[in-house]
């Protein structure tokens, strides 16, 4: 009996050593005596599993365009060029201007938070980052006519200060009519002593409302460097100005007062100027013959 309880309590032993070292890092004891055995194998994708924790970025099955009050899904009656103009024309109304960041429904559209959090890690504390508002600097219109090239100075702020960040030179680009990304190459900030953090966005829009400037759709960003972390959602850009013409009313330019010569200012008409040879104010005087 004393035999049989002694094998038993070194079964847990024995079956750690028999699985070997590579296990044991992907997985813990708790595991093993739960029985939870089905976690990633691989160490990157455990790693994402345990710290992550967050879905991968949606991409959209489709993009939902509000104009004239009226919402509707893209495909069903406009063109990737119109989705383009709009954009360009959205963002070339709101160059110079301040774009409000915001933690948002997908559903409902309506923002849950003023701003996007971020869990990251700066050296080894743990700390939330936070963004919520960029400015434009520039918008270029791209050589194909499918992408926008968009100078954005993102205001970013962790663990109560604010981070120095360069420019971030990003690319709007509509590949076709339900595939529109905004992204960047990576700009730099600085948020530690002995070393630039290098950040990341990618932004997957879904749903434009050309009526009140807004922009939603899922996004990805992630940082490397002495502070590393990251995460996903789902946000909505807030700009201040529509997508319509700034001034779509064109006028004709103001005529010139023509002279009046009931009040004697051009003394008395002559013969060539009653026939009609009197025109925008300059008088032409005949050349008399001989």
Not at 120 to 129: E, M, S, Y
Not at 169 to 176: E, M, P, V
Request: glycine share 8%.
């Amino acid at each position: 009996m004393l035999r049989k309880i002694f094998f038993i309590s070194m079964l847990p032993i024995i079956s750690f050593g028999l699985c070997g070292c590579e296990f044991l890092r992907n997985h813990t004891p708790q595991d093993v005596f739960t029985g939870n055995w089905n976690k990633p194998e691989n160490k990157e994708q455990g790693y994402q599993y345990y710290e992550s924790n967050v879905p991968l970025l949606k991409q959209p099955s489709s993009i939902v365009v509000c104009r004239s009050h009226q919402c509707a899904p893209a495909h069903l009656s406009m063109s990737r060029e119109y989705i383009y103009n709009s954009l360009l024309q959205l963002f070339d109304n709101n160059n110079y201007q301040k774009i409000l960041i915001c933690q948002a429904d997908p559903q409902s559209h309506v923002c849950l938070e003023n701003q996007v959090t971020l869990p990251i890690k700066v050296g080894i504390v743990p700390t939330n980052a936070y963004i919520d508002h960029a400015k434009i600097t520039d918008v270029i219109v791209g050589r194909q006519g499918n992408s926008l090239n968009i100078i954005l100075n993102y205001n970013l702020t962790y663990g109560g200060q604010t981070a120095e960040c360069t420019p971030a030179q990003s690319l709007l680009f509509a590949r076709k009519i339900n595939h529109v990304i905004l992204e960047d190459a990576g700009y730099n900030c600085k948020m530690t002593t002995i070393g630039m953090t290098n950040v990341k966005t990618v932004f997957a829009i879904d749903y434009i409302d050309l009526d009140y400037g807004y922009i939603g759709g899922y996004y990805s960003i992630g940082f490397s460097g002495p502070a590393y972390g990251g995460g996903n959602g789902y946000m909505i850009l807030r700009l201040p100005k529509n997508a319509y013409p700034l001034s779509p009313a064109l006028k004709a330019p103001k005529k010139a007062p023509q002279p009046s010569y009931m009040t004697g200012t051009y003394g008395t008409p002559t013969e060539e100027t009653q026939t009609g040879n009197y025109a925008s104010g300059v008088e032409v005087f005949p050349i008399p013959k001989k």
